[in-house]
């Protein structure tokens, strides 16, 4: 299906990171994986490409582009299953916040960095005993004259063992109520005494992500750190959830993609009782679905991500799609899965992870419980 979201900029740039892939992360993929981490080279190259802050502003370095970059980016990565290199995180979830809510000493000294690869970011949300329900993080930061003393502990953090800078979530007013209002997001350089990297977890899926926990004693964090106002911190993630969600959403229709050529290539070379599986009425059944799914889902992720590139508010439909596609991703998978047979549970075939993978989609960045939740609000359903 011819999509027409992407200018032939848009397409130049695709291709241009194309080459950049096939010479720099391809051939490094099953390290990372090995490894649960990608390296720090890759990224400064990244960055000295352009590839790192497509849509930031330009006065920084950035390319100054809109979202839509970023879509080709996203929509690469996932088809190279390049997951250990999570460019979206740090570009289209934690780099925002920097260019939206940053002071101009904030941008300076690590929008910069970011956009050349030098500064890798992580955004600290999610606490042990915290998941979805950001309103009651247990994470404090206490005014001490002009610094913040930061004490708790953050779990699930992408990016945690080899960030340079972490956007953590922390309570600043623990009387607020509601207590949302006591919600505040601080600049936490990684060697900030204090600043302590937990273990590098081990998962189900995404080997190569590296996942860590971090913990906070006394880190002594100054004020000038403060990411807007104090006691909005709430309000600037909210703001900045539609961008993230809208971004999984891309992930999960690329990777739906990517896993249903793989299957569409394997059964019409693989025979059973004398035919090739794409012969069987059955298989041909279940591709038709599924390519019907994928086609559909990409219309709306497109036509959301032409609406958020325009400005539009669209937090409603962005929580469907997010749902929606990730829904969609695990299913595919394990349809694909099956009609791979027992080689489908062979780790030598990319269908295997990309099951695993999946798995994650319908959790992070909101479940798809909350996602649902979001929408009935939308509705009225109160």
């Not at 906070?216 to 006691?231: I, K, Q, R, S, Y």
Request: glycine share 8%.
């Amino acid at each position: 299906m011819q999509r027409d979201i992407f200018s032939e900029e848009h397409e130049l740039f695709r291709a241009q990171f194309r080459r950049f892939a096939e010479a720099e992360i391809v051939p490094k993929v099953e390290a990372w994986n090995r490894a649960g981490s990608s390296d720090r080279d890759t990224w400064r190259r990244a960055g000295e490409e352009g590839f790192l802050g497509a849509a930031a502003p330009v006065e920084y370095g950035g390319a100054g582009g809109d979202f839509l970059f970023d879509v080709v980016l996203i929509e690469e990565m996932a088809a190279l299953r390049a997951h250990a290199m999570m460019l979206s995180l740090h570009s289209d979830i934690c780099m925002p916040y920097l260019v939206a809510y940053g002071s101009e000493a904030q941008k300076q000294k690590y929008l910069s960095g970011a956009i050349s690869g030098d500064t890798l970011l992580a955004i600290a949300m999610t606490e042990p005993g915290t998941g979805s329900d950001l309103a009651n993080v247990k994470t404090r930061a206490i005014r001490d004259g002009d610094r913040y003393l930061l004490n708790g502990a953050k779990t699930f953090i992408s990016n945690g063992q080899i960030c340079d800078m972490c956007i953590v979530v922390a309570r600043t007013d623990p009387a607020a109520d509601p207590p949302h209002r006591g919600i505040s997001l601080l600049l936490v350089d990684a060697d900030t005494p204090g600043f302590q990297r937990g273990r590098n977890l081990e998962k189900l899926g995404l080997k190569g992500q590296d996942t860590s926990e971090l913990f906070f004693e006394d880190c002594a964090v100054p004020v000038e750190n403060l990411l807007g106002e104090e006691g909005q911190g709430f309000k600037l993630l909210m703001s900045q959830l539609q961008q993230e969600r809208l971004s999984i959403a891309v992930a999960s229709i690329a990777s739906c993609r990517r896993s249903l050529e793989d299957t569409i290539a394997y059964v019409r070379e693989r025979e059973a009782f004398g035919q090739r599986l794409s012969q069987f009425q059955n298989t041909q059944f279940k591709l038709a679905e599924l390519a019907t799914h994928v086609e559909v889902g990409q219309a709306f992720v497109d036509k959301l991500s032409k609406a958020h590139t325009h400005g539009e508010k669209i937090v409603s439909e962005v929580s469907m799609a997010k749902w929606w596609t990730t829904d969609l991703q695990k299913r595919l998978t394990g349809e694909c899965l099956q009609l791979h047979g027992g080689y489908g549970f062979m780790s030598e075939y990319a269908i295997s992870g990309d099951y695993a993978d999946a798995a994650v989609q319908s959790i992070y960045a909101g479940s798809n419980e909350i996602m649902k939740v979001i929408i009935a609000r939308h509705l009225g359903l109160e």
